[in-house]
């Protein structure tokens, strides 16, 4: 199992530009990626970012063709997507039957996390959402007990 690492204040800048786009009222996401290989996430990318009507029903409907715009991208910075992140409105972080049908990436070893509250805390400790291993075949694992994420000062 992989341990992801992210600086403090890229966790932040992530909590910080979910909290801005749910407003409070709605589910916002991203994906979090790494140069191929390592294990330190260094770019953020809101689902906004390539799909601006992502969010416009309250819950994360990403159309297919911000993927079209996503590939590119990785290709030109050498990157993956390691995992991505969605909010939820309250303290439940389970996923919904539609979070497990549509994994973000179809990929075993892909993490999905869950923040709880639409990220309306300031501060969020990566071990306060849940997170999901994908293991093919639309079966997802708990890695509550075995966090993936940790941060980093730098
Ligand atoms: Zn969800």
Redesign the pocket.
């Given at each position: 199992m992989r341990l992801l690492k992210i600086s403090a204040l890229k966790w932040y800048q992530l909590i910080s530009g979910l909290r801005k786009r749910g407003g409070g009222v709605r589910?916002s996401g991203a994906f979090l990626l790494s140069k191929i290989g390592s294990d330190r996430i260094c770019k953020i990318i809101f689902y906004d970012e390539l799909d601006p009507e992502v969010s416009a029903s309250g819950?994360?409907r990403f159309n297919g063709s911000g993927y079209i715009k996503l590939w590119p991208l990785l290709r030109n910075w050498g990157m993956e997507v390691v995992a991505d992140i969605?909010t939820?409105p309250d303290s439940n972080t389970n996923?919904?039957f539609?979070?497990k049908s549509h994994p973000m990436i179809r990929l075993k070893g892909h993490i999905a996390l869950?923040a709880p509250f639409y990220a309306m805390y300031r501060w969020i400790n990566p071990n306060v959402c849940s997170a999901y291993l994908y293991e093919g075949s639309f079966q997802w694992r708990s890695l509550d007990q075995n966090f993936p994420i940790k941060t980093t000062w730098l």
């Open positions: 589910e819950i994360i969605h939820h996923q919904s539609a979070d869950i």
